[in-house]
Every structure is written in structure tokens, then in C-alpha cells.
């Protein structure tokens, strides 16, 4: 409503002050020949001006004074008839005024209703990106962190927290920026932005692994060699480079790191074959358990990788609980309590550590552990493997088509120099999957390397 | 709501723009005072709406308000305010309400400041005036409209071209189109005399100022682009005889030309038709030269949006002004008063003169720029018509022109005597002389060309002081009566002399850079240093650093001079980052006898830390754009003389008494 009273007024004050002169009354104009006139005699004083600053002769300008008086008698001898000016037709120019009023209003509103958004509010960049905004949308948000950064560009935290935006935006130049800010800012080099960075430049290519990129994937690599993301490219970097055979040895490596059912598995395995060289198989499904068809997660799948990654890397104990209480959830409370020992066993040092672990295990009704005997139990910081062996067994008594946990259980009683026990292991193990050729042969490839 | 009021406002000047045209001729046909002064009010009514208009887009660029297309696809919430407020004009959009702000801003100035104009003529005027107001107005409404918004808005713009993120560039466009907008004056005045069936001294008197203030704004606008073209592309030229840049001189030439023939029709009276033809044809030029760059015919930092149907719009624009005109005067000149006779030796003999050579040139750079873009719509052949060609037909050309320049002021109305200025012109002559015989000794031999283009320069440099020297009696009378004299001088003749002057600097530089540039483009280490023009550059490296939207190498350079005077200087290469374009910032340090000037190229492939480094040593480089100055100063000392502004009678009744006080 603002907005049409605002336009209503621009014109109204328009249209007066273009009109002003059909309100006014009647007023006479000079005519042209008066006009004609003051310049004539402007041009005369200027002969005398000349004359006497002696840039024309007397003669010169005797001559140039009779030209001028020439053109005065001659003044007005085409102009006869002219009308001299004034108010012609008041009747005339009032309907000029209608005229114009109606055709101000009418073709003003007129076209700004064709061409405006009136109901479009303006939104100006700071208004956007304050606090004030409500429900800012994924651009607005970047752009307030991007404000923030202008004015702190210190802010390691900030710069990472917009890389995965400018990626998703499409703004790869901008992503790989950010990223090298948060290299800069960070004292110890981390692997997964190193691998960020790498894959933003190469984006910000047109999928070119240029040479910045291949510096920053074989970082990342050496930081952390079983991450994924850097090997694919390095691979990718080779075969641009015309080395099928590199770019295959790189991608066979991530396929035999990666998780048995890693949804881009099959996209690496055609790249593979695409340059010539043939995919590892697929690690035998975990825990028996095959991911569903549908597509949903395999919970026991998962599970097993969160594991096997604690095995490598046990300094999680978030990680470590999140074990527990999935063991726990599909009840199987005793790995759940070994899960437990092993995370207190890691954090025998960390007071804050093992009280969680404690709580964790009160929770669950396991009897908990005081420190102490907690070291005890734990040797010099090496888990006990005794204490592992028992719960797999029992485990595997309970659930027995688990067969890498039948491996597994057969390689510790070997560790632990009871073959009997592993022999016994193994020939349950194949007694539970007597109908599976591929398990069988396994379970015989097995044997042969513990020479039993 | 900012930018819905600029939308509407902007649509309210398009219909007080048609009112104008349409009532004021009505009213000069009627001889009817009220409808005339319509027209007046109109244009100040059009101009202050249109200034509403601009306000509320530079408001949205200042905001940074995206939900405006103009301002998401040309500006950026990063960018230096500075560049904010030049990005308003830096796009398609906003340079065309540019424009038509200028356009409205003249007619408005004829509306307030010339109530000296028979009513009549102000009348038609200021119709025509508001005619192209329309054109234009209804281009940027319908096909180029700055108040298109988009909704969504995007979060952030897509920056400027970072070329003309640059202070030079920044002031270049709004000078050019007070240029170009400002020979729509004189276009209007004379087409508003062929409706009128007259041109005469008083047409030419009110005509001169338009013309001379659009002349110099012009040559400001040139000279910065000229300018920011030496130290932004760092290859140390200064004209390129680039088509964009032919398009902003042709109609200088035309334009130059055209302010000569007006004095001769505001004294006497002669060359009348010829005139309007000119003024005709140098708006003509200008929106050849806006079609040119607009359309995308050319591809060029100019060429924001390539959209043939804008090219169209500009170019119906084009055909139905100019070919109006020309009609108009193919029917109306034989009708206009033939005007007073004169000898061919005169200083009416001489502007025609001045008039033939800057028309001939003009229609050289014209067929130089065109030739090869006509070719390639006919044929599909693409040629290159560069400084090869204009060297050997612009610049022989324009020769003569500069050798009659300082002569003609001093022959006389109708009859001149050239003897008699050859005689008054002996000192001079005496000094070019000398400077040409000082040069071939100075430079050991060599080509005679250089020394005598030096004697040319000083020739321009000294032949307007001796004229203003002779008309004050310098030396020939006590020094009292000399200053006299000067004080009396009219302020026009010290313009002249000032803006001759100044063209002579402008040569002398262009000569001087053209005959004694000394280049060197080496591959420079950290460390190691080189020898140009007498002094001893070292490059200590260079190193990245950030601005608020590029990254630069920045190389840092030390210059130590003979007597052992050392400073540093700095030439970056730069980045921008939302455009991924580079772009080079070069290092100049100005000496009085020249430009040194660094250009920091590509990193080197293999030696760590060198870079390509392009110097240069520039002599008088600075004169060719201090030279324009002085043209541009000229005009406007010429401006303000005080016989522009009387000659207004007022009502009959106390006409004499006005004029009397007006004499003393």
C-alpha cells in the first residue's frame, strides 16, 4: 500500500510541475527579432573590441560594421507573417492538459503493472545475512559466513565449515580457497581436508587432476593410507597421464582397503575394467549377513567395520562405546563387555575415559573394573587376547555363521599354541557351512596356512 | 521497494519523455507560449525522475541487493565501495540509464540556463532532445530494463569484469557519454533549425556551448581510456587503434570540426548548412560508436552483453535519427540563408581547411573500422585493419592540419593575409628551427623524421603563444599596457590558445614515446638486475598475497638511479578469484622526462622464483594525457567567456535599458 502511495504522489507531482505552465496565466514572450537583434549589437561592440586591441584594422572594420548594419535592416524580412508568440487557444490547451494528465496516470501505472513485481521485497545483502533472517536459505547462509570471515579470516573452523558448501554450490575456486586457508591456519596437516582441497582443484578443473592436486592426494595418502577419496584420483591422475597400468594398481589397493559394500565399489570395479585390469574380489560378507536388498545399511555389516577400524586405530572411545551398545542391541552382550575391555584397556591412563566406560558398563550390567585390575588384565597396554579368544568362542557356539570369526578364532588359538583347539574351530567352521563351496574352500586355504 | 520505485519512476520519465516531445512542438507550430514552455518543465520534470531513477539503482548496487538481476549478475557483496558505486555504470544496464541521465541532464540545462533562447527554438529543441530521450528510455525499458528482478534472489553477485575494477576506468564512462550525450545537443538544435527554417549567428552562439562542453568531456573520456589502457594491459601503449576506441573518435574528429564551423557561423554567418550537416553527423557517430560497442558486433571488455536483439533496437535507433535528419536536411537546407562570402586566405578559409582534413580523417578511421566488420557479414573473411593502416593514412593526414594550426588564428575575417602571419609567425619558426637542429645533434644522426616531428610539436607549442603574444603587443609595448591587454583578451581567446597549446603537448609526447621507447622483456631471478634508460632495476622476488577479491604475485622491484637515489617499486600480477581472470597491475614511476614502467608477467616454468618481467621506458608518456588536459581546460576557459551569456532581451517594453546595462 506504501508502495502505490509513494507512485501516486511521484506523479501527481510530476504531472503539476509538467503542467505548470497551461495553469498559468497568459505570458508574452520577446520575439524573435529581438533575439536577432542583441546579438548584432553584441557583434558591433565586439568589431570595437578587435579594433582596439588591434587584431583588425580600421578598414576591416568599417567593412565588418556594414555587414552588421546590412543584416539589421534586413532583420525580420523573412519572418513576415510569422505570429508572434503567446496564449493561442485556452480551450485547446486545456484539453492538452487533460490530455497529458490522463496519458501521465494511465500509461505510467499502465506499464509498470506489465513490467514491475510490486509484491517483491527488496532484499538487501546485509539485511540478508543478519541474524534478523529468519529462514535464511543455503546461499545466505554461506554468504554470512562468508562476512565473517571477511572480517576474521583467522577462523580455521569457519573456513572448514564452508568448503562443503562452496562444493555443493558448485563455487569449486571458492571451496579449494577456503580449503588452503584451513591448511594454512591448522598447525598439523590433516588428511581429509588435504583431500578435500585436492578434489575441489580438481573440480575447479573441469576434472583435470592437475599437478597441485596430485601433490596434495599423495599427502593425504601418506597421512592416512587407507582413506579412499585421494587414491581414486591418484588413479584418475595416472590415467589422464596415459598409465592405465598405475591408475589400476592404485584403484585395486582402495578396492582391497574399502568396505565390502562401499557404494561406489561397482563404479571403481568398471573403471577398472574400463583400463584394462580386473577388480579384486569383494571381502566374504561379516557376521553371515548379506546387505539387504533393498538397499537399507546391513546394521551387522556396519558394525563389523566399526570393528575392524577400532582394531586398527583403538583411540576412540566414542567409537568404542558406539560398539558396545550396538553388541548390546543385537545382544551380543559379551562382545559388547569385550568391546568395553578392550576401550579400557586403550584408556587405562584416562581417568575421564574409564569412568564412562564404567558407566557404560554399569548400564549394561557388566560387573565394572577398577583401574587396577583393569592394567592387570591389560599387560603392558596389549588387549587380552585371552579374554578375546573365550568371547569369540563362545560367540561363535551361540551364532556359527560367522565365518571369518571361525577364521579368526582358528589364527588366535594358533597365536595362543592350542592348534588342537583351532583344528576343532575349523572343522565346526566347516561343519556349519557344509553347503557353501566358496566358504569351504576357505576354511581348507585355512588350514593349509596354520599347517594344520 | 527501492527497486520497485526506480521501476516506476523510470517508466514515469519514458511517458513525461513522450509528453515532451509531442507538446512543445505543438506549441511552436501554435506560436502558443504555455504548450512551449511545457518543454521546459517536462525536461526538468524528466530529469529529476530519471535522477531518482539512477539513485535508487546505485542504492541497490551500494546494498548489494541481489533480488535485482542488474546487480547479481554485475556486483558482488565483496567488492570495494568504490567499485560498487562505478559497477552501477560498469554493466549493459546501468550505463544506458546513464546515459539517458545525461541526456536528460542537458535537456534539463537548456530547460533552466537558456531563457536567452528565442522560445521558439527552445521549444523545438528540447521536443527533439526529448524524441531521443524516448528511443532510448523505451530500449532500456523493454530490452536492457536495470530493475528486472529475480526471485529468488541468489546469495551473492557474480562480480564485475575485473578490467574495470580500476579508478581510471571507473570515472572513463560517465565523461565519454557526457561526450557522446552532449553532441545530442547540437544533433537537437539543428535539427530543430532545419524545422524552424533558420540557422543563423544566433542559433550558432547558443549551439557553441553544447557543442564545446560535449567536446570536452569527450576528450577527458578518451584521454582516461587511453590511459588506463598504457598501465592496465601492460604492453605500454598507449592507442591501439582498437575499434572500440576508433568508435569514441570518430566522433571527436567530427566533433572538433564541428566546434570550428560554428564560430564561423556565429561570426559570419557563412557555412551554415555545412554546419548542420555536421552536427548532424557527429551524433550520427556517437551512436554508431554506442551500436558498435553495444552490440556485440565488437567483442571487447565494452561488450557486457552480446544480444543481437539490443544491436537491433540500437541500430533502428541508428537508422530512424539519422536518416530523419538527413531527410529533414535534404529537403530544408536549400531553403536555409546562404551566409556571408569570404576569400579562400582567411580564417573562415582556414576552418574550412581544419573542417576538410578532420572529416577526411574521421571517414578514415571510419572505413578503417568498419571495412573489416562489413567484410565479414558479406564474406565470412575475417581481416585485421590495424595501426599499419591508420599509420599510413590517419597520421599523414592529420600532418598538414597540425603545420596550418597555429597559422590560422592569425589571418583575419573574409580576407586574410598570409604573408603578414608568416611574418608574425618568425620567432616561432626561428625556435622550431633550432629544436629540429638540437634533436638531430642530440640523437647522432639517425632519421630525419624524428627531428622534424619534434619541430612540429614545438611548433604547435609555441605558434598559439605567439598569436596570444602578438594580439597582447608582448614586448612591443610597456609591460603595463601588455597586461593590460591580456586582462582584456576575451577568456575564448585564451582557451584557444590554451587548447592549441595543448595539442601540441599531446604530439610532443606521442613523438617522444613513438621515436625513443626503450624496451627490454627479460627473465628475471630473485636478485639479479638489469639496466634501462640510465638506472639499475633489481627484482627482490615476489611473493602472494590477498586483496578483499583477487589474489596477486606481488614482485617488488628496487630502483637505484646514477647519483645513487634508490626507491622501490612493486608490479603485481593479479587474479580475481570469483572470475578466475588475471589481470596485471603495472609499476610506473613517473620522471619528468618519462615513464619507467614494469610489467610483471609469467612465473617461469622452471628456474624457481623468476618471472617474465616486461620494462619499459616510456619518454614524455605522461605529456600525451597532460596535453588533453590542456584541451579540456582550454574549453572550458572559453566557457565561462561572457559571451555566451548576454544577448538575452528581455520583454519589449524594457528591452534598451537592459541592453545598456548589459554594454557596461
Known sequence: MLLWTVFAALTLVAVIVVLWPLLQRSRVAPSRQDFDLAIYKDQL???????????????????????????????????????????????????????????????????????????????????????????????????????????????????????????????????????????????????????SYGEALVMANRGAVGEDAVKAFKEAVRLNPRQATPQYYLGLAE????????????????????????????????????????????????????????????????????????????????????????????????DARSALDKAAARFKTDAAALEKINAARKAYGFETQGAASLDEAAGNGIPDIGKMVTGLAARLEKDGKDLKGWLMLARSYMVQKRSSDAKAALDKAAGHFKTDAKALEKIRAARKSLGL | MIAEIGQFVLILALVIAVIQTAVPLVGAHRSDTAL?????????????????????????????????????????????????????????????????????????????????????????????????GVAFLLFITLTSNPFTRLSPAPADGQGLNPLLQDPGLAFHPP???????????????????????????????????????????????????????????GWGGWWFWDPVENASLMPWLSGTALLHSAIVV??????????????????????????????????????FAVDPERGVFILLILCFFIGGALLLYAWRAPTLKAGGIFAPVSREGGIIFNNLILVTACATVFVGTLYPLALEAVTGEKISVGAPFFNATFVPLFIPLLIALPIGPFLAWKRGDLLGAMQRLIVPLGIVIVAIIATYVLQNGGSILVPLAIGLAFWLIIGPMAETAFRIKFLRVPFSET???????????????????????????????????????????????????????????????????????????????????????????????????????????????????????????????????????????????????FMFFGGAISLTDRRYRIGAPKKAKVKSKTMGVQAA
Open chain 1, 45 to 195: 561592440r565586439e568589431v570595437e573590441r578587435d579594433l582596439e586591441r588591434g587584431v583588425i584594422g580600421e578598414s576591416e572594420a568599417k567593412a565588418a560594421r556594414t555587414e552588421i548594419y546590412r543584416k539589421i535592416i534586413h532583420l525580420g524580412d523573412n519572418e513576415a507573417g510569422a505570429k508572434a508568440p503567446g496564449i493561442k487557444s485556452v480551450g485547446f490547451n486545456r484539453a492538452v492538459g487533460v490530455g497529458v494528465f490522463a496519458l501521465i496516470f494511465g500509461a505510467a501505472f499502465g506499464s509498470y503493472a506489465i513490467i514491475g513485481a510490486p509484491g517483491l521485497p527488496g532484499k538487501p545483502f546485509a539485511e540478508r545475512i543478519s541474524d534478523k533472517n529468519k529462514n535464511p536459505s543455503l546461499d545466505e547462509l554461506v554468504a554470512r559466513v562468508e562476512v565473517h570471515l571477511r572480517k576474521n579470516p583467522g577462523d580455521a573452523r569457519g573456513w572448514a565449515i564452508i568448503a562443503p558448501s562452496y562444493m555443493r554450490l558448485g563455487r569449486y575456486n571458492d571451496a579449494a580457497n577456503a580449503l588452503q586457508q584451513v591448511m594454512r591456519l591448522e598447525e598439523k596437516p590433516d588428511p581429509d581436508v588435504l583431500s
Open chain 1, 239 to 334: 590415467l589422464q597421464a596415459g598409465r592405465k597400468d598405475a591408475a589400476v594398481a592404485y584403484w585395486v589397493k582402495m578396492l582391497k582397503n574399502a568396505p565390502r559394500n562401499a557404494p561406489w565399489r561397482s563404479q571403481i570395479e568398471a573403471d577398472i575394467r574400463k583400463a584394462g585390469g580386473t577388480p579384486p574380489a569383494a571381502p566374504a560378507p561379516a557376521a553371515g549377513k548379506a546387505a539387504s536388498d533393498d538397499g537399507v545399511p546391513d546394521i551387522g555389516q556396519m558394525i563389523a567395520n566399526l570393528a575392524s577400524r577400532l582394531e586398527e586405530d583403538g583411540n576412540n572411545l566414542d567409537g568404542w562405546l558406539m560398539l558396545a551398545r550396538s553388541y548390546m542391541v543385537q545382544k551380543k552382550n559379551s
Open chain 2, 36 to 132: 512551449m514552455r511545457v518543454g521546459s518543465t517536462a525536461a526538468i520534470a524528466q530529469f529529476i525522475l530519471l535522477l531518482i531513477s539512477f539513485s535508487a539503482l546505485t542504492y541497490l548496487f551500494v546494498t548489494s541487493d541481489f533480488s535485482v538481476s542488474t546487480v547479481a549478475r554485475n556486483s558482488h557483496s565483496a567488492k570495494p565501495m568504490l567499485y560498487k558505486v562505478s559497477g552501477v555504470w560498469g554493466n549493459h544496464e546501468g550505463s544506458m540509464l546513464l546515459w539517458a541521465l545525461i541526456l536528460a541532464f542537458f535537456g534539463a540545462t537548456v530547460a533552466i540556463f537558456s531563457r536567452n533562447l528565442p522560445a521558439g527554438l527552445r521549444a523545438r529543441v528540447l521536443g527533439v532532445q526529448a524524441s531521443i
Open chain 2, 175 to 233: 565523461f565519454l557519454y557526457a561526450g557522446y550525450v552532449g553532441f545530442s545537443m547540437a544533433f537537437s538544435f539543428a535539427v530543430a533549425a532545419l524545422i524552424e527554417g533558420r540557422v543563423d549567428e544566433a542559433w550558432a552562439r547558443w549551439v557553441r556551448p553544447w557543442t564545446l562542453t560535449a567536446w570536452m568531456m569527450l576528450t577527458i573520456g578518451i584521454s582516461l581510456g587511453s590511459w588506463w589502457a598504457y598501465y592496465e594491459l
Open chain 2, 266 to 303: 556565429e561570426k559570419r554567418g557563412a557555412l551554415r548548412t555545412w554546419t548542420v550537416l555536421l552536427a548532424i553527423l557527429t551524433f550520427g557517430l556517437s551512436l554508431v560508436g554506442t551500436f558498435l560497442v553495444r552490440s556485440g558486433v565488437l567483442t571487447s571488455v565494452h561488450a
Open chain 2, 483 to 629: 597586461l593590460r591587454r591580456a586582462a582584456n583578451l576575451p577568456r575564448s581567446s585564451w582557451g584557444m590558445m590554451v587548447a592549441h597549446l595543448g595539442v601540441g603537448v599531446t604530439v610532443l609526447g606521442i613523438v617522444a614515446i613513438s621515436a625513443w621507447r626503450v624496451e627490454q622483456i627479460i627473465v628475471m631471478s630473485p636478485g639479479s638486475s638489469t639496466e634501462i634508460a640510465g638506472v639499475t632495476l633489481t627484482f627482490n622476488g615476489a611473493k602472494q598475497r590477498r586483496g578483499p577479491n583477487y589474489s596477486e604475485d606481488a614482485g617488488s622491484f628496487t630502483v637505484t638511479e646514477k647519483s645513487g637515489r634508490a626507491y622501490p617499486m612493486e608490479a603485481t600480477k593479479r587474479v580475481y578469484t570469483r572470475q578466475s581472470m588475471p589481470t596485471t597491475e603495472t609499476g610506473i614511476h613517473y620522471y619528468f622526462d618519462g615513464d619507467l614502467y614494469i610489467a610483471l608477467g609469467d612465473r617461469h616454468e622452471e628456474k624457481a622464483g623468476a618471472y617474465t618481467v616486461r620494462i619499459y621506458f616510456n619518454p614524455l608518456a605522461p605529456w600525451i594525457w597532460f596535453g588533453t588536459l
